[in-house]
């Protein structure tokens, strides 16, 4: 896909749907934005090209030698630049990007100290941390019926379109569940039905309040893959535990980085995501699968809760986790330990996520332990 920007600034991508940022800077290529460990400390980089990262600060800070650039003030971390952004902040990042680009300075051995390859530095979540994060629950038509014959497919599909009812959220948790790109998802100790799904996140960029589906789009900063780790293990008594299903420490991989909006174009239209592990693929499908759009979704966590800049909303997961891939065959259970989960979505990246088993529980639990499962106490 090549990129243009016009003479009057209006940014688009060629076979994409219509520009949806202006901005008075002109733009030499797309960039996507990720937070990353350079040094002792995490900053926010620029990514181009998938491959090189440019450190906003300093990147910002040698533009301003020149004095024909004004003086901006730069975030102290990504939800700061997403709250931002539209408010003069793209203007300068529009610049440095162009700088680096027009003076060929992402390689050889003219390249400034904050110009990095992604490979020499960690990739950390986007986000340190979100304020929220809503999850769609059974949002896409091949997930509702996991396991089920092509006549029942067809069937549920069928009953789903007609009626498809109101979105179902919940929330997840964020400090302690989010990590990024190469970070391990831990398996709880005890816990042997860990489940994947991949899902679509987007990241909210202003205040949203009672948005109707139609404005929705005006809100969205961007987009990142995100996994939803599941524990399917549930608790002994006889009832439903979203908590212990979605909340355990590493249980809300984000990344690798974020596609601001005015790149990626409308997700309805071009959405197409997948996860392996090990190399198989488990998990495909693309925006026409989905029962309520992410508008609609949009819609209607804001007629709840107000969505603040840097929450982030995941559209739901699509048939193909573990039930649905062990009655298809290419899985013969749920998630181990020593197993890697890469989950893309065209357009925006890759997340890498290798999974370790988590340590032995403690003898003298109090009470609060985690319900058990089949392999709830280590038998060593």
Request: proline share 7%.
């Amino acid at each position: 896909m090549r990129f243009i920007a016009t003479v009057a600034g209006c940014v688009t991508l060629l076979g994409a749907s219509p520009a949806l940022a202006q901005d008075n800077a002109v733009l030499s290529e797309p960039f996507k934005l990720g937070t990353f460990q350079i040094d002792v400390g995490s900053r926010v980089g620029i990514v181009l090209q998938d491959r090189y990262v440019i450190e906003l600060d300093r990147g910002n800070e040698a533009l301003q030698v020149d004095p024909t650039y004004a003086r901006v003030s730069m975030p102290a971390d990504m939800l700061e630049l997403i709250g931002q952004y539209e408010y003069g902040l793209k203007h300068r990042i529009y610049e440095i990007v162009t700088a680096a680009v027009t003076n060929n300075r992402l390689s050889g051995q003219g390249r400034p100290v904050y110009i990095h390859d992604v490979a020499d530095v960690r990739t950390l979540a986007p986000i340190l941390y979100p304020g929220k994060i809503l999850n769609a629950a059974g949002n896409f038509y091949s997930h509702v019926c996991e396991g089920c014959t092509p006549e029942e497919q067809a069937e549920s599909d069928r009953e789903h379109r007609e009626n498809r009812g109101i979105p179902y959220l919940f929330l997840k948790p964020s400090r302690g569940a989010v990590i990024g790109n190469g970070e391990s998802v831990v398996i709880p100790p005890g816990r042997d039905r860990i489940d994947w799904e991949v899902e679509f996140g987007t990241v909210i960029g202003r205040p949203a309040s009672y948005v109707s589906a139609t404005e929705a789009q005006d809100y969205v900063f961007g987009y990142m893959v995100t996994i939803d780790i599941s524990d399917r293990g549930g608790r002994p008594e006889p009832r439903s535990d979203w908590f212990v299903g979605k909340g355990h420490d590493s249980f809300a991989p984000q990344g690798p980085w974020i596609v601001p909006k005015e790149f990626y174009g409308d997700p309805m239209s071009r959405l197409h995501q997948q996860l392996t592990i090990d190399g198989v693929t488990v998990q495909e499908a693309r925006a026409g699968d989905m029962i309520h759009s992410i508008w609609e979704l949009m819609e209607y966590a804001s007629s709840i809760i107000t969505l603040y800049p840097g929450d982030v909303l995941n559209s739901g997961t699509s048939g193909g986790t573990s039930s649905g891939a062990f009655a298809e065959g290419t899985r013969s259970g749920y998630l181990q330990a020593g197993e890697v989960i890469e989950a893309s979505i065209e357009g925006i990246g890759t997340l890498r996520m290798p999974t370790v088993a988590g340590d032995p529980l403690p003898d003298d639990l109090t009470g609060a332990e985690l319900p058990p499962v089949s392999s709830y106490r280590d038998p060593r």
